[in-house]
């Protein structure tokens, strides 16, 4: 998601998407809103607050062994020389685990979290789901990138969407007007998060199916959480099978994650493609290191040879200082690809040093340039440590 300067405006957003998840209880105040108590109890437990489908494991674990060397590195940040111990407890830092050659050099866990316990993702889930568009596409599922997004989600022929392709979806490109303004109650946003749901309808789909075009498709970069939701209904219509069940068949039982998978589920039961995956931290590394790996689960190729590559260099300019944006991964300026959701999730990788930095926190905001920035140097640090083992 975009930047979110405070509480305030994290509130707001309280009447839009978050109602795109369904609590388990009355009662529930919003994701966005969470107290630092909740934040800590239920970003590790999201399936005691929200309705979840699972990714289920298989009966192998990839293993990621320790190497004989750890780093433990301080680096210099707001005029002061921090630990990892001082970043974390300075930033919410839950866990922290860096792979260095597909080998453990750092793993640490804070806020009381334990290795077994999952960790919600936020929008780090969108990459997931884009590495499922790949399998599909591998599959003969969906015959391209290039193919019109209405020939697997019928329901949008005759709108803004006619003509758009799924590769300008995964650019967030698609032309469609879409209002990402968190603080306004009238924006895209917060009204395609509090339709009522119709049997046999799609709310989402039906939403996005009234948006006007804006712009020619695959000329501007426009974030769109509802976009990504859409892309994972279209994987779930080409497969016919749920995100959950195919995302165990192509990633969790094939590459050999440690534990299952937990994914929030919107109102029609479908699971969301832009966010709330929860996952434990050394999942969370497999997940990079998979794609460190080119999409490959030992000799099978999951992925199209060339996929990762693709997906994971900059396919469109987004606007910042960053070198751009792939198929929902993000192209920071100091060479890697990374994975993002907000209050500190990221699943960062090197690929020319084949390096994988996780960090998982719960920050006291949803993010801001300081935030980010401290996070950009305890990374930056972590990378040097490991490349100089």
């Known amino acids: 998601m975009r930047k979110i300067l405070g509480l305030a405006v994290a509130a707001a957003l309280a009447g839009g998407m978050a109602h795109a998840q369904v609590p388990t209880k009355p009662g529930i105040p919003s994701i966005l809103v969470w107290t630092p108590q909740q934040q800590s109890d239920w970003y590790r437990d999201i399936e005691s607050v929200y309705r979840v489908e699972t990714v289920k494991r298989g009966t192998k674990v990839h293993p990621l062994p320790k190497a004989d060397k750890q780093i433990d590195f301080t680096f210099e940040y707001g005029g002061k020389t921090l630990s990892v111990d001082d970043y974390m407890k300075a930033y919410n830092v839950s866990g922290v685990v860096v792979l260095k050659d597909g080998k453990v050099v750092l793993e640490r866990y804070g806020m009381g979290r334990k290795p ?52 300008q979806l995964l650019m967030m490109s698609s032309g469609v007007k879409w209002n990402e303004d968190y603080v306004d109650p009238k924006s895209d946003v ?22 006007p075009r804006a712009h020619e498709p695959g000329t501007m970069f ?19 099978k749920s995100l959950s069940q195919y995302a165990s068949e192509k990633i969790w039982k094939p590459y050999g994650m440690e534990r299952d998978a937990i994914w929030v589920v919107d109102p029609a039961g479908h699971e969301r493609g832009g966010c709330c995956m929860s996952i434990t931290l050394k999942d969370y590394a497999r997940v990079g290191q998979f794609m460190l790996d080119g999409g490959k689960a ?16 900059p396919q469109i ?19 890697a690809f990374e994975a993002r959701g907000i209050f500190g ?39 040097a440590a490991a490349k100089a083992m």
């Open 222 to 240: 426009n974030y769109s959480t509802g976009e990504t939701d859409l892309v994972g209904i279209l994987v779930s219509n080409a497969v016919g």
């Open 190 to 211: 917060a009204q395609s998060g509090t339709l009522p749901f119709e049997a046999g309808k799609n709310p989402l789909v039906a939403y996005m199916s009234k948006l």
């Open 317 to 335: 300019t987004n606007g910042t200082r960053e070198r751009g944006y792939g198929y929902f991964w993000w192209m920071p300026d100091n060479g």
């Open 298 to 313: 030992g000799d099978k190729q999951i992925l199209p040879a060339d996929w990762t590559a693709q997906a994971t260099t």
């Open 116 to 167: 077994e316990d999952r960790w919600t993702s936020f929008s780090v889930a969108k990459s997931v789901t884009s590495t499922l568009v790949g399998a599909a596409i591998q599959d003969g599922k969906i015959k391209s990138l290039g193919a019109p997004v209405t020939d697997y989600i019928p329901d949008l022929k005759g709108s803004a969407y006619d003509g758009v392709t799924i590769r």
């Open 345 to 383: 999730q990221s699943i960062t990788v090197f690929r020319d040093d084949r390096i994988v930095i996780v960090t998982n926190a719960a920050w006291p905001q949803a993010t801001g340039r300081e935030l980010s920035v401290a996070r950009a140097a305890f990374l930056n640090a972590a990378r």
